[in-house]
């Protein structure tokens, strides 16, 4: 199974979408608060990702595991088109 991890921040729009399309598709995933107070070491990160890919930091950012805790996918705000790609897919059907 995969593990999906949602990083956001609040009055996010495109987090809000991102966890539609999860929830609609009744997909298990974890909400981390991004911006929380005690947060800084893990926005630091983030922004860091972001730079790695040459992409802004546009929050969520959303990272995909598979079984093995091998990173599969990650990517920065609303993509519906890497959610079907990645999240609403079933480890057994990427085999």
Aim: contains cysteine; glycine residues 6%.
């Amino acid at each position: 199974m995969r593990t999906i991890t949602l990083y956001t921040t609040q009055n996010c729009q495109q987090c809000r979408g991102t966890k539609r399309v999860l929830d609609k598709s009744s997909v298990e995933y974890v909400t981390v608060q991004a911006d929380a107070a005690d947060a800084h070491e893990l926005a630091e990160a983030i922004r860091g990702r972001a730079d790695e890919l040459g992409v802004p930091a546009t929050m969520p950012y959303v990272t995909v595991y598979d079984d093995d805790n091998m990173l599969v996918a990650d990517w920065f705000g609303f993509q519906p088109g890497k959610i079907t790609d990645f999240a609403l897919v079933r480890d057994e059907d990427a085999a």
